[in-house]
């Protein structure tokens, strides 16, 4: 294993333990070269966690190197691409998954590739968990310094959305776009950063028509009647991301068999028009494309053939991903995606989200009685490849979680508004510095070993309650360099929610949505909650106990929290009392 570059800038790596001396004999021949005298130390951290696939976990290390030719001395990290990430990738080697270090074909550069909506409906809380996920990643890899092209297509052109404007009596292409734009107001509800290019399929024509050509030329597809298909038995890796074998699929499970076809697992490339149908002129006819074959040609369109990441949900492994494979191999034998990753799915009260059961949620109606920050703090509380349950129980508790972080770091900005922001993080306890230090490494560490964010937020605890003491107890009041131990752990808690895509652009303003969301969901008005508490307080002062522990049951069951301060009693959203109950009683 070789540095790709020099000493440059701070960052984590992981590697095989056995490896580590490889590296530092590696590094000692460059900086010989350089005639620089060099100190090496590995530092070690901790390491990954072995997933069911990974033959062993990866030590997760980091380098202090120390030159004579410093004026300074100093440390630095070592900067080494090739080591940095591990992702869980269901590659076409590994049809189960299996963990790899994550090396881009362009050092310090990324392509990736997720597939868009079909936009004829609003989006529902599916689609949240797929761009929150990858947002994640798009997020994380800006953090490691990548500099990264996204790609998310927008399919404009398909069946859905034909039957939706029929029924509606509107043109396809309008209602797309109208159901487009309600998307990308979803997205920036729930804090996704806009992908580097959104391409339409509608706009491609071109490109989708060319790649179909080329797999006509290549004598992977055949003509009936206006319609294009690839024929599955002309690609004998097919079935290779899936594992899937071609006798497995069974003519008729998944759509009509078309007796035109040679193989029943053939799929259109291309279909011909048909009356009320939008269409496109084409060497077959008028029509247009199939599913499959749109994201084929825009990602070779933006990345080439040759890629780093293809995202998506895991229904989309199979036929979708497939059949992306098979048509892009075929148009291009240098056709190359590094890894393919995919999110789990959303179960709501564990079972299957589905239409047919009616348990499905539209993004507008969860965020109605949630707010968004809350949504994605939920959806990133499990590890984006596992099956993800939805339920109020579960949106409860992010939204009480979020409030705890907000209001923790509200209180920690309004001390520190008094006094000289400005501090020298080599000047703060020992104590501080510890926690500090963890939660980075923490940080970096989960991140690096396949996103895992649900130990990121976890990890997270411990530097709110240090500054929870140091606001509010009697000993943290009195701690030396008090000032500077908050600001150094607001400015590390907000770097990593800056990562995470949980920054507000104000605690306040996001508190007062948070209360306004749980006032919603408990069927109160404010000053209807201020009567309560005005009651509860003549109760108190005429020593009716028993009807002041009866006003805080009444407003704890629907999700208000009385608190008693020096300033009087105050309120805050908190997880229903039934729901509480439930929650003690399932552990």
């Known amino acids: 294993m070789l540095l790709h570059q020099p000493i440059s800038r701070i960052t984590f790596g992981a590697i095989a333990a056995e490896e580590i001396d490889e590296v530092i004999h590696t590094l000692g021949r460059q900086k010989a070269a350089a005639a620089e005298e060099t100190d090496v130390v ?11 696939h990974a033959q062993k976990p990866c030590v997760i290390y980091r380098m202090v190197v120390t030159s004579n030719k410093k004026r300074d001395g100093g440390v630095q990290w070592i900067k080494t691409p090739d080591l940095e990430l591990l992702l869980e990738s269901s590659g076409l080697r590994f049809s189960e998954g299996q963990k ?42 800006k953090h490691l310094e990548y500099e990264v092209c996204y790609v998310r297509n927008v399919t404009d052109v398909d069946d859905k959305i034909i039957a939706r404007a029929n029924e509606l009596g509107e043109d396809p292409l309008s209602l797309s776009r109208r159901y487009f734009d309600e ?41 009936v009647d206006g319609d294009v298909y690839f024929s599955v038995d002309k690609f004998p890796e097919y079935g290779r991301l899936s594992g899937r074998k071609l006798e497995d699929n069974r003519a008729g499970e998944r759509v009509t068999v078309d007796s035109r076809k040679r193989n029943p697992a053939d799929f259109a490339l291309w279909k011909s028009t048909k009356e009320g149908e939008p269409f496109w002129e084409s060497p077959w006819g008028p029509g247009r494309p199939g599913w499959h074959i749109e994201c084929s040609a825009m990602s070779a369109a933006y990345l080439g053939y040759s890629f780093d990441i293809h995202g998506g949900g895991v229904d989309l492994v199979f036929p979708h991903h497939e059949n992306e494979i098979a048509q892009s191999c075929v148009a291009c034998n240098k056709s190359n995606i590094s890894y393919w990753m995919h999110n789990g799915f959303v179960n709501i009260d564990n079972e299957k989200m589905s239409k047919s059961l009616g348990n499905f949620f539209t993004i507008r109606q969860v965020i109605d009685l949630y707010h968004p920050l809350a949504v994605r703090l939920f959806l990133m509380g499990t590890h984006y490849r ?85 606001l509010h107890t009697r000993q943290g009041k009195k701690e030396e360099l008090r000032i500077q131990s908050l600001s150094a752990l607001e400015e590390e808690i907000k770097s990593v929610l800056s990562v995470l895509g949980l920054m507000p652009t104000s605690y306040a303003e996001v508190l007062q949505q948070l209360r306004e969301k749980a006032l919603k969901r408990a069927g109160l008005q404010e000053d209807e909650v201020s009567q309560k508490i005005e009651q509860r307080t003549s109760a108190r002062k005429n020593k009716e106990y028993e009807r002041s522990d009866a006003i805080r049951k009444e407003l704890a069951e629907v999700g208000i929290a009385l608190m008693d301060g020096p300033k009087g009693t105050f309120w805050r959203p ?14």
């Not at 409906?121 to 890899?141: E, K, N, T």
């Not at 963890?438 to 976890?458: G, Q, R």
């Open 183 to 223: 998307f990308r107001c979803d997205m920036s509800y729930l804090h996704c950063i806009s992908p580097s290019v959104e391409p339409r399929v509608s706009d491609h024509m071109p490109q989708i028509i060319d790649m179909i050509k080329q797999i006509l030329d290549n004598g992977c597809a055949y003509r």
């Open 100 to 141: 790899q270090m994550f090396t881009p074909k362009n050092p310090g550069k990324v392509g990736m590739y997720v597939c868009g909506v079909t936009a004829y409906d609003l989006s529902h809380i599916g689609h949240a968990r797929v761009y929150v996920s990858f947002d994640v990643l798009f997020r994380y890899l």
């Open 386 to 470: 596992s099956p993800i349950n939805y339920s109020n129980e579960q949106l409860e508790s992010a939204s009480d979680r979020v409030f705890y972080i907000y209001q923790t770091l509200h209180d920690c900005e309004e001390v520190l508004s008094q006094h000289h922001k400005a501090h020298c993080k080599d000047n703060i306890p020992p104590a501080t510095r510890t926690c500090i230090d963890k939660f980075h490494n923490d940080f970096e560490i989960s991140m690096l070993d396949d996103l895992h964010t649900p130990v990121v937020l976890a990890a997270m605890s411990d530097p709110l309650k240090t500054i929870n003491d140091l």
């Open 574 to 587: 908190t997880v229903p009392l039934a729901l509480q109950e439930h929650e003690v009683n399932s552990s």
């Open 42 to 52: 590995i530092q070690h951290i901790g390491q990954t966690k072995a997933s069911v």
